[in-house]
């Protein structure tokens, strides 16, 4: 349901989300202690489609690009990362991705160095990718 409310594009929709997120932490018993999963969830997860980047792609000269993992196979399993970086390279961005890796909160077993040259490999094959079709 917090989909339905787009991108967040103002600070009301923001408190929107935080508000709901919140609702649910009380509702579930969570009380106080849920405060951080909130602003956490509120912050690392954003709830905007891939291609509600295209409002601000023409204008961008840095991204950063989370992640919360990379599977055994190279993907990213919860960033549609093909889908965000589409939007960017058909606007003609040319700029610097800095890998965030915000699977640290969780996971303990995971080399951060590792974690983010798999990133580094994934976003470069598919710009590589996406900018050669771009050619055809």
Do not use: C
């Amino acid at each position: 349901r917090l989909h339905a409310l787009g991108p967040v594009l103002d600070d009301a929709v923001m408190q929107t989300y935080f508000q709901r997120f919140q609702r649910i932490a009380e509702e579930t018993g969570a009380g106080e202690a849920a405060n951080s999963v909130v602003i956490a969830a509120t912050g690392l997860f954003g709830h905007a489609s891939a291609e509600d980047w295209a409002l601000v792609a023409p204008w961008t000269v840095h991204m950063h690009g989370k992640f919360y993992d990379i599977d055994d196979g190279g993907d990213e399993p919860s960033v549609p990362v093909r889908e965000i970086l589409k939007v960017f390279v058909d606007a003609g961005y040319d700029g610097f991705i800095s890998s965030e890796w915000e699977g640290w909160h969780w996971n303990t077993t995971s080399l951060a160095a590792e974690m983010i040259s798999a990133h580094h490999r994934l976003e470069r094959g598919l710009i590589d990718e996406l900018k050669a079709k771009e050619l055809r």
